[in-house]
């Protein structure tokens, strides 16, 4: 295994946690009242920024108005307002921990904090009994939760799995060892992709990954063809892949999983054109790319960060140009800071399109919009006009009843919807596609 080019120097993971963000010397020169908002969205939501967010991504000079600074720091628009007023006034009367919490525990609950019926819905059954740190919504993929893989490098503030980072086991999904998974996807054939996810898997030393994966590499599991790590440790913690401790025994469980006959997919994360920058990304990358796994990448269109179709088409070349694949631009989902970050899906529609008129063939193998809702992945085609009715034409690309998939649907135009439960069927549709889907609670219980 060839080494990194920084070899000599090991950069060393610096987290700072959401309430000790207001502290930062960055920040030094902000007024009383921006320290304040950072602590009360923090009470409520995630966060969590290290040593190479703050050094290397953060443009500082342009500070609020960075995307990176939007992308993982507190704005109090973060949260609806009777939320934040009332967290607000509990932490300027000194209110008591416990009232404080109990305060937050409802305004959590409120926002959603498992959309898409993951819990109801996701969670299978071994010997008639819930497998909880397991989903199984499509057929083909199961989806895996390590115990010690839910956290993250850092956070991003639109994250629709901040439920897992907040520390409420109720909350929370986790499978606190690879045995019962097994077992399970030892009973079903018909699942050939593992998606282990988080948090963040690469969270983990690489000894606890590798008892994660090398279990799925026997002849008794020959049915998983590919096993895919959903990571955002190349944004945010690049040197995982380089100058860690434990970063050649990374890439040596990648070669043996590919020599196993396994597809090993990094399913990486990735916003902005800024988080592919720099000499450390590249040497992750091609290290990654050396072990015959390959790189797809993903992220939401958000407001603040990338709702521009320039930005699109810069990051989709940037990708090509490492080797790594364009897969999906979704849709921010109803979850969480999700009524700051959204773009309405008319405009989401217009600016997948045009960045997609800005790049070649090669780099247009980004599906978008997708929303990932509870019935499956709808992707959002455009817009058309149908009988004389203006019409957002959509399909399933993935669905929990697989006859679902491929199907084109068509749902009346609303300028102003951003999620899937807020669309309605065109007047001549008569397929049952939709299904309605609580977004937030009509009222958030505060105490």
């Known amino acids: 295994m060839n080494d990194d080019p920084a070899?000599?120097?090991?950069?060393?993971?610096?987290?700072?946690?959401?309430?000790?963000?207001?502290?930062?010397?960055?920040?030094?020169?902000?007024?009383?009242?921006?320290?304040?908002?950072?602590?009360?969205?923090?009470?409520?939501?995630?966060?969590?920024?290290?040593?190479h967010v703050l050094d290397e991504l953060i443009d500082w000079d342009r500070v609020p108005d960075d995307p990176m600074y939007r992308l993982t720091f507190p704005h109090r628009d973060m949260l609806p307002p009777e939320i934040f007023e009332r967290i607000s006034a509990l932490l300027t009367e000194g209110a008591p921990k416990e009232r404080l919490a109990e305060a937050v525990a409802a305004a959590r609950r409120s926002l959603n904090p498992h959309p898409g019926g993951q819990l109801e819905e996701n969670i299978p059954q071994l010997h008639g009994r819930p497998v909880p740190g397991l989903q199984h919504k499509y057929r083909e993929t199961v989806l895996l939760f390590p115990a010690q893989g839910q956290s993250c490098h850092a956070y991003c503030g639109y994250c629709f799995r901040w439920a897992q980072f907040v520390g409420e086991p109720d909350l929370r999904q986790s499978l606190p060892g690879p045995a019962t998974a097994l077992e399970y996807l030892r009973a079903h054939r018909e699942v050939s992709d593992v998606l282990i996810t988080g948090g963040d898997p690469l969270i983990m030393s690489t000894a606890r990954l590798a008892g994660y994966v090398e279990p799925l590499l026997g002849p008794d599991t020959g049915h998983l063809r590919t096993i895919?790590?959903?990571?955002?440790?190349?944004?945010?913690?690049?040197?995982?892949?380089?100058?860690?401790?434990?970063?050649d025994d990374l890439l040596r469980l990648f070669e043996r999983a590919v020599a196993a006959g396994r597809q090993v997919a990094v399913m990486a994360h990735v916003s902005h054109p800024r988080e592919l920058a720099g000499d450390a990304v590249r040497a992750a990358v091609a290290r990654i790319r050396s072990t015959g796994a390959v790189i797809?990448?993903?992220?939401?269109?958000?407001?603040?960060?990338?709702?521009?179709?320039?930005?699109?088409?810069?990051?989709?070349r940037d990708m090509v140009g490492l080797g790594i694949v364009p897969y999906y631009l979704f849709v921010e989902r109803d979850t969480g800071a999700s009524s700051y970050f959204e773009v309405p899906l008319a405009r989401a529609v217009g600016i997948y399109r045009d960045a997609v008129r800005q790049v070649s063939g090669l780099e247009r193998t980004a599906r978008g919009p997708v929303m990932s809702a509870g019935p499956g992945k709808v992707c959002v085609d455009g817009v058309a006009e149908i009988g004389g009715e203006r019409v957002f034409v959509c399909r399933f690309l993935q669905a929990r009843e697989a006859d679902r998939v491929g199907l084109p649907f068509f749902a009346r135009y609303d300028e102003r919807a951003t999620w899937f439960d807020q669309l309605r069927p065109a007047s001549f549709e008569r397929r049952p596609w939709f299904a309605s889907e609580p977004r937030f609670a009509e009222e958030p219980v505060l105490v």
Do not use: S
């Open 228 to 247: 895919r790590l959903g990571t955002k440790a190349l944004a945010w913690w690049p040197h995982r892949f380089t100058t860690d401790a434990d970063a």
């Open 296 to 316: 797809r990448a993903q992220a939401p269109l958000i407001r603040h960060v990338n709702d521009d179709p320039a930005v699109w088409a810069r990051l989709w």
């Open 7 to 51: 070899a000599g120097r090991r950069p060393k993971l610096r987290a700072i946690p959401g309430h000790r963000l207001a502290g930062l010397p960055q920040l030094a020169g902000a007024g009383e009242r921006l320290r304040h908002e950072i602590a009360v969205v923090a009470a409520v939501l995630p966060f969590k920024v290290n040593n």
